[in-house]
């Protein structure tokens, strides 16, 4: 008995868990498995080891679900005692998990959630490490791109969903799209999972603006792109973030995609090595993606980048640090200056 435990303590000893609550089925499904696979190429990129201990990968399917999401975070924190976290992705996974997370505050890498209530919760919290946009930058990247292009003066209408990204971005469209000399002319709420949102797009028909700002995501945005084809709405510029880049998306709505904007800081086949310092992890983008495909069989798209990026500094924090000390992997984290 004595040397079983002994051997199971040095087990655990010469292993790094990492909880990965994410969303593989459900409503988000396009987001967790595209960051997963970005996760899994970052751990090969290391060899499944940082130092002499081997990575392993707690992946919780939390099913797009809120409740779920809070069981999967107690189970992980709190049976499984992970010190360090990556997931959920979206939005609203995020915010159910926060009030879990906060109970015993693992390390968390964040790459998700872009409402800025999460930045308000834990922004400030030293073991909360966001490595994505929140609705602001997107909205004054996407106000500043399209008065280049078009000026001020333009008019503008707003949809935005009844779910913590749609209400969370509409006081930043407001405010940055205003900003940038675009006149508000209606802003309409729809609910989401909605089938049908010809009502809303016939009031924005009536106001006949000249650019429309959409704040939906997956299913929703698929479902109003569809519709605004349908209904022949006649906006010349249609915006949105930047789930218009995920090939899921795409697929599903077609040709209804033509004449979309979005934003992304994902720029395809970029042939200059991304980290000096580190090239062995971060090459050209060109290389990385033809690496992907080969794996994966498909096009890689800004969430399996990020997820790739997002873990890698996480392991690149672990070799800083030479352990898994929790507080020193928080200051190695903290002073990586790695361009991705």
Known sequence: MLATGATSAARAAETVQIGMPIELSGRFVSFGSAVKRGIDMAVDAFHGHVGNRKIELLVRDVQSDAQVTVQVMNELTKQNNVQFVIGPISSAMVAAAIPAWRQTKPIWICHGSTAPLTEEQVGNEPHFFHTFPYLYHYAAAMSEGLKSVLGGGKSAAIIYSDDAYGRAGLPAARKYFTKAGFKITDEQLVR??????????????????????????????????????????????????????????????????????GVSGYIPGMQRAASKQRPDIFPAIGQWESDFRARYNVAPGYLDIGGYCAMSMLLLAFEKAGSVDQESVAAALKSLDVET
Do not use: H
């Not at 945005?221 to 006649?234: G, M, P, R, S």
């Not at 906006?235 to 040709?255: C, N």
């Open 192 to 261: 989401s999972g909605a089938t049908d949102m010809n009502p809303v797009l016939q009031r924005i028909r009536i106001g006949r603006p000249e650019v429309l700002i959409v704040l939906l995501q997956t299913t929703d945005l698929a479902t109003l792109a569809k519709q605004v084809q349908i209904a022949n709405l006649d906006v010349p510029y249609l915006t949105d973030g930047t789930d218009i880049f995920i090939e899921e998306w795409q697929k599903t709505v077609g040709s209804a995609q033509e004449g979309w904007i």
